[in-house]
């Protein structure tokens, strides 16, 4: 205990408050009223956190059923990812299938081939269960946080349980997505992996500087999942191969049909349904990237607020710059070999995890007051960069074997070092607050018999909560007022306003 959180930053939780933006009208006018009756079902004796592990859980049975009926996220005898309105794909060149170790195990699990998997696809109800499971997830994560305001429960123990359980389904609900969308191993879902992790770091950046977690009027968490369900289940009416059609011939506007098309002097790319998708989703990123920096530019000191002061927070990234690039690295090296097997599932899962590992470490930062966790803070960043060098210069994977070796130890010693972190921080938030992680503890009142104070109390009294922190790269304390919306005070503090 004390690896992450030591002692002497242990009173800086007694800091923690709770803020946010939220001005999605769907969010506001739609969801929150249902949000508001689906956590009446719920008994008050009911840990927050478990809501949120409940949810997960739905996310952990999509992706093993994923696995089970379609390991390679495509459907159909085509190679992965020729769409039907041509074979030009505007980045990355059509993929192929090569079975794998993993393949081969689901062969052997169900009796079918590794033809009939092609052709037969997964069936179309697993993509209904997709949906499904995804918006309860959304929802279960949407009303923890009304749970524990309801029971008298919330604190920093839950911010860093929700953030880690949606940084994992990051990882899997993009999986899930890439399957439902056709995309197969293809370079357009690891794409479509870095545009979600980076969503989700920025999100996560933007509030360790500001102070305060904020959705746009069209955010992941709400707009996009809502888009990303109902990609689920057209899926399940249509199937996947309906993404590979083209946006002309969708239209009924192909050239060949069309003669205002046929007669230009170039060629009119009949750009796929999913192609075009992941087009509009870059879009989104860069607008994200500009308003999170734009966010944290406006948490600057006013006194000393230009541009040349956003170097240092833009610095503070390079950590996750380095480890997207060493994965990528370690993915073109044996491309060959991790993306265009199933192999790349557990690849994906090792990226994910690390991810997530990175994250957390980010948030306890955020929670703790302490500064952004450095480079040599990140085990997982220094096991990828050692296994994109060793891809390239080819010391230990030398062969298939030795490459899905490597892999798989990857994994596996990332999930022992994330399973460590989060026992050890979860350990220490609960002994200081003296409280149950899934399970509302109930202790005595103040002065009632067999009442003891827990560490938070005591400190509390103490007043250690209004100790100054003395330390640099800590970002200025944030005022919050539970009214209005944020805006910058001449502290260079982002402050909500009442009548704004």
């Keep these: 205990m004390g690896i992450y959180i030591p002692s002497s930053k242990r009173d800086r939780l007694l800091k923690y408050k709770y803020s946010s933006t939220d001005l999605s009208l769907t969010s506001r006018y739609i969801l929150n009223p249902y949000w508001n009756r689906l956590v009446l079902l719920f008994p008050k004796n009911?840990?927050?956190?478990?809501?949120?592990?409940?949810?997960?859980?739905?996310?952990?049975?999509?992706?093993?059923?994923?696995?089970?009926?379609?390991?390679?996220?495509?459907?159909?005898?085509?190679?992965?990812?020729v769409s039907k309105g041509g074979t030009w794909d505007p980045l990355f060149p059509p993929t192929s299938t090569h079975p794998s170790i993993l393949s081969s195990f689901f062969t052997w699990l169900t009796g079918r081939s590794a033809a009939d998997l092609a052709d037969q696809g997964a069936p179309r109800w697993l993509y209904w269960t997709f949906a499904v499971g995804l918006f309860m997830y959304q929802s279960l994560d949407a009303i923890d946080g009304k749970q524990a305001r309801r029971t008298g429960t919330s604190?920093?123990?839950?911010?860093?349980?929700?953030?880690?359980?949606?940084?994992?389904?990051?990882?899997?609900?993009?999986?899930?997505?890439?399957?439902?969308?056709?995309?197969?191993?293809?370079?357009?879902?690891?794409?479509?992996?870095?545009?979600?992790?980076?969503?989700?770091?920025?999100?996560?950046?933007?509030?360790?500087?500001?102070?305060?977690?904020?959705?746009?009027?069209?955010?992941?968490?709400?707009?996009?999942?809502?888009?990303?369900?109902?990609i689920f289940a057209v899926t399940g009416f249509k199937g996947p191969q309906l993404w590979d059609t083209g946006v002309l011939t969708a239209l009924g506007l192909h050239p060949s049909t069309n003669s205002l098309l046929a007669s230009l002097p170039f060629q009119v790319k009949d750009l796929p349904i999913n192609d075009l998708f992941l087009c509009f989703s870059a879009i989104g990123l860069l607008f994200n990237i500009v308003a999170a920096i734009h966010n944290v530019y406006l948490s600057l000191p006013a006194e000393s607020r230009n541009i040349l002061h956003l170097f240092r927070p833009l610095t503070r990234l390079s950590p996750y710059i380095i480890h997207t690039a060493a994965m990528l690295s370690w993915l073109h090296s044996r491309e060959r070999l991790l993306l265009r097997t199933t192999l790349f599932i557990p690849f994906a899962l090792f990226w994910g995890i690390s991810f997530a590992h990175h994250v957390q470490l980010l948030i306890l930062a955020h929670l703790t007051k302490s500064p952004f966790p450095a480079a040599w803070k990140h085990p997982l960043l220094l096991l990828a960069v050692l296994a994109a060098a060793d891809a390239h210069f080819g010391i230990v994977q030398t062969d298939k074997t030795s490459v899905k070796h490597v892999v798989l130890a990857c994994l596996a010693i990332g999930t022992l070092v994330y399973a460590h972190f989060v026992w050890e921080v979860i350990g220490d938030i609960c002994a200081f607050y003296d409280i149950g992680c899934l399970t509302i503890k109930r202790k005595p009142a103040p002065g009632a018999p067999g009442y003891q104070p827990s560490p938070a109390e005591i400190a509390r009294k103490q007043g250690k909560a209004d100790e100054?922190?003395?330390?640099?790269g800590v970002p200025l304390t944030h005022e919050v007022d539970k009214t209005g919306r944020k805006v910058p005070t001449e502290a260079g503090v982002l402050k909500r306003q009442k009548g704004e």
């Design 468 to 472: 100054p922190i003395k330390e640099d």
């Design 155 to 230: 604190g920093p123990l839950g911010e860093l349980f929700d953030h880690g359980c949606d940084a994992l389904n990051t990882t899997l609900g993009c999986l899930l997505c890439a399957s439902s969308l056709n995309l197969g191993l293809s370079w357009w879902t690891v794409a479509s992996l870095i545009a979600t992790h980076c969503n989700f770091m920025l999100t996560t950046w933007e509030e360790f500087h500001t102070g305060t977690l904020f959705l746009s009027a069209f955010s992941g968490p709400v707009e996009g999942i809502l888009l990303i369900v109902a």
């Design 46 to 81: 009911m840990a927050p956190n478990a809501i949120t592990l409940l949810g997960l859980s739905l996310i952990f049975l999509n992706f093993l059923s994923l696995l089970y009926y379609n390991p390679t996220l495509s459907t159909g005898t085509k190679p992965l990812h």
